[in-house]
């Protein structure tokens, strides 16, 4: 089973960037479709994008889109998310998952995926 590890979140003020990562062991994430999710207090946890196990698939959540960037190295066994023009509603934990599917799949369903990291906060300030 694989296990996943963020890292990279932080405070940022309001137009700044972010580069998260999830670091994978314990399994090749090469097979894995995987995704970041996040969750603001009081809030459900919302879809941020998720990338196909051949990379040739990314998909964004409308709040996302033109601005975050999903990639990952298969070598080094991790994914990324860069985030560009942050804006104070991007505050909340960015979670990184991943999907066992054996389908090449880029999936904006939280129920779909199968294993999850902790959690890094992201805080951006006005």
């Known amino acids: 089973q694989v296990q996943l590890v963020e890292s990279g979140g932080g405070l940022v003020q309001a137009g700044g960037s972010l580069r998260l990562s999830c670091a994978a062991s314990g399994g090749t994430v090469s097979r894995y479709g995987m995704g970041w999710f996040r969750q603001a207090p009081g809030k459900e946890r919302e879809f941020v994008a998720a990338i196909s196990r051949s990379g040739a698939k990314p998909n964004y959540g409308d709040s996302a889109k033109g601005r975050f960037t999903i990639s990952r190295d298969n070598v080094k066994n991790m994914v990324y998310l860069q985030m560009n023009s942050l804006k104070p509603e991007d505050t909340a934990v960015y979670y990184c998952?991943?999907?066992?599917?054996?389908?090449?799949?880029?999936?904006?369903?939280?129920?779909?995926?199968?294993?999850w990291g902790q959690g890094t906060q992201v805080t951006v300030s006005p």
């Open positions: 998952a991943a999907d066992r599917s054996a389908l090449d799949y880029a999936r904006g369903n939280a129920g779909m995926y199968d294993y």
